[in-house]
């Protein structure tokens, strides 16, 4: 059973259109991330956050931006989505004891027509 | 910063042969970890090691942390079509960023 939980799993949207990617998680985790990744490809850090309040970019540059009101929370926004914008998005959440692994989610399957 | 280098890319085998692949850095890592991701989904961790040495095994699978703490090894016994899908290593470096960092990852396809 998913302790963490992506959505919508699919998401096909016009060029410029504003959308928010959902992620939430149960685990009362503080640390959670954003993941890009293209088909069969490595995985590309664009967010993070370690509590609320708190968000960081990640090793990836991305047009996208974050948000941490809440522990459980952490959804991500594109103002004005492209094509070059398609691609999964996979959230992970971990404990705070760092030394061990994060937990994702499904992912959301966004393309940009 | 800190890299993994994950090998091979990719590998196409028959049902029933066993898989190995590695990781390695040029750097010292403090925790390794091994993941599978399925088509369509979130990697899923499979085995998590902590100290130089260790040999840690789930049913088929078994990995190591090497003891030089610079590289990682699976091995997956017997292979079954449902073991297809992208492995990926992964580990907490050194420099205590509190981040993990990913190998590119390793396709497997097995054919029946």
């Known amino acids: 059973e998913a302790d963490i939980y992506q959505t919508p799993r699919y998401l096909v949207i016009g060029t410029g259109k504003k959308i928010t990617l959902e992620c939430s998680q149960t685990m009362g985790h503080d640390k959670m991330y954003w993941y890009q990744q293209d088909p069969g490809m490595e995985l590309h850090l664009i967010h993070y956050?370690?509590?609320?309040?708190?968000?960081e970019k990640g090793d990836l540059s991305s047009e996208s931006t974050v948000s941490r009101i809440r522990t459980e929370h952490f959804p991500l926004t594109l103002e004005s989505a492209r094509p070059s914008h398609t691609s999964q998005y996979l959230c992970?959440?971990?404990?705070?004891?760092?030394?061990?692994?994060?937990?994702f989610g499904s992912g959301t399957r966004l393309t940009v027509v | 910063g800190q890299q993994l280098n994950q090998s091979p890319q990719s590998m196409f085998i028959q049902e029933g042969e066993d898989v190995s692949m590695n990781c390695t850095s040029s750097s010292i890592f403090n925790t390794w970890l091994w993941y599978k991701q399925d088509p369509g989904e979130g990697p899923v961790l499979l085995i998590a090691l902590y100290k130089a040495g260790e040999l840690t095994s789930n049913g088929r699978l078994t990995a190591q942390f090497g003891i030089t703490r610079k590289d990682s090894f699976l091995n997956i016994s017997a292979s079954i079509p449902s073991d297809v899908g992208i492995y990926f290593c992964?580990?907490?470096?050194?420099?205590?960023?509190?981040?993990?960092?990913f190998g590119q990852g390793t396709t497997l396809q097995v054919k029946p």
């Open positions: 992964a580990g907490h470096g050194s420099s205590n960023t509190g981040k993990l960092i």
């Open positions: 956050s370690y509590g609320v309040n708190s968000t």
């Open positions: 992970a959440s971990a404990d705070d004891r760092s030394n061990y692994g994060y937990t």
